[in-house]
């Protein structure tokens, strides 16, 4: 929990900002959490999705240098390098979920500071600063696993996007219409960066969420029709992946290099549809495999760890979903070790 002194707190930092510049994760809850306050603030100042890298790192101080911002806001982001925090000299403010680290010079909010348990994703806390905008908040949410309290609101707004008898995330996420905008969503940020950029352009001008999927203006219709792209490789791949049997409690589905990454969606995916195993998605890119694991009850990270050992690769994250990089010459004898620890 973040107390409502620090929300409001930051909600002061943000009103009072006159060129705030924003950094956030491209994942749908970092995007969403950007947008929320994007919009809070009249659309003033600039914003950086960090592509696949989970700490904001001292490269980025240039962008700052360039932009000259009054506030650094930073969203979602799991760390911040302390040089990054140094050589900027504007207040930087830092909503994030993640596990705390520790950082001086920063006005960190995070739920986590005094509660371990707390994983209500970023955009949760964004939503409770602006108080606006209600679809992107669920919508970011639900995207991180998470179904919140204001969830109920939404479906009394949206009844055809999301029913109330729905309560579990991954039933939102695969059966619902709000699902398919979370996956319409998470396509945009794939591809070229050029188009990703327009993308979320787009979206920070979006009205409501009628807009994108039933196409209501062209900008909507732009959206939509550069997602329904990237959803039609991700269901060939996904039909594919499904046809895979598991052997024992693992199921594990290789595809090459050629297509776009697809991996952590698939892998969430296919575990919904298979819940007693434990899945990997690896795909191939040049001379590593890239791997998404998700499990419903077995705990991943120490095993991942374990099974990497000597290995030329590294894996981790949260308990029940990691993500991974290995040399493709160590594949094979990383899943077999894999497999022998879950099978323990
Ligand atoms: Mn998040």
């Known amino acids: 929990m973040i107390p409502e002194k620090q929300?409001?707190?930051?909600?002061?930092y943000l009103s009072k900002a006159e060129n705030p510049l924003f950094f956030y994760d491209d994942d749908p809850d970092g995007v969403c959490s950007y947008l929320l306050l994007k919009k809070y603030v009249d659309d003033r100042g600039k914003g950086i999705i960090v592509k696949?890298?989970?700490?904001?790192?001292?490269?980025?101080?240039?962008?700052?240098?360039?932009?000259?911002?009054?506030?650094?806001?930073?969203?979602?982001?799991?760390?911040?390098?302390?040089?990054?925090?140094d050589q900027v000299h504007v207040p930087i403010v830092w909503l994030d979920h993640h596990g705390p680290v520790e950082r001086k010079g920063v006005h960190y909010y995070n739920p986590r500071l005094t509660a371990p348990k707390d994983n209500k994703p970023?955009?949760?806390?964004?939503?409770?600063?602006?108080?606006?905008?209600?679809?992107l908040a669920t919508l970011g949410t639900t995207a991180?696993?998470?179904?919140?309290?204001?969830?109920?609101?939404?479906?009394?707004?949206?009844?055809?996007?999301?029913?109330?008898?729905?309560?579990k995330p991954e039933t939102v996420l695969y059966d619902t219409k709000l699902g398919e905008l979370v996956k319409i969503v998470s396509f945009l940020l794939k591809g070229d960066m050029k188009d990703v950029r327009t993308s979320i352009h787009l979206l920070s001008q979006m009205e409501s969420p009628y807009e994108i999927l039933n196409q209501t203006s062209p900008k909507g219709k732009w959206l939509y029709k550069r997602a329904m792209k990237f959803q039609k490789e991700y269901d060939v791949l996904l039909a594919d992946a499904l046809k895979t049997k598991a052997k024992g409690k693992l199921l594990l589905y290789y595809y090459p290099s050629t297509k776009n990454a697809f991996t952590s969606e698939i892998s969430n995916e296919i575990?919904?549809?298979?819940?007693?195993?434990v899945t990997i998605i690896a795909r191939e890119s040049s001379g590593y495999m890239k791997l998404s694991f998700r499990s419903t009850d077995?705990?991943?990270?120490?095993?991942?760890?374990?099974?990497?050992?000597?290995?030329?690769?590294?894996?981790?994250?949260?308990?029940?979903a990691c993500?991974?990089?290995?040399?493709?010459?160590d594949f094979d004898e990383f899943i077999e070790r894999f497999r022998a620890l879950i099978e323990k």
């Open 323 to 329: 993500g991974g990089n290995l040399n493709k010459d």
């Open 144 to 167: 991180d696993w998470y179904y919140p309290n204001f969830a109920k609101e939404f479906a009394t707004e949206y009844p055809d996007l999301l029913s109330k008898k729905v309560k």
């Open 122 to 135: 970023t955009s949760y806390y964004a939503y409770k600063v602006t108080k606006q905008n209600l679809w």
């Open 271 to 277: 575990l919904y549809k298979n819940p007693t195993k």
């Open 7 to 12: 929300i409001k707190e930051l909600r002061e």
């Open 52 to 85: 696949s890298v989970p700490t904001l790192e001292e490269k980025f101080v240039r962008k700052v240098k360039e932009y000259c911002p009054d506030l650094v806001v930073v969203l979602d982001m799991p760390d911040i390098s302390q040089d990054f925090i």
């Open 298 to 320: 077995i705990k991943l990270p120490k095993l991942i760890e374990k099974a990497m050992d000597g290995l030329d690769g590294y894996g981790g994250g949260h308990e029940h």
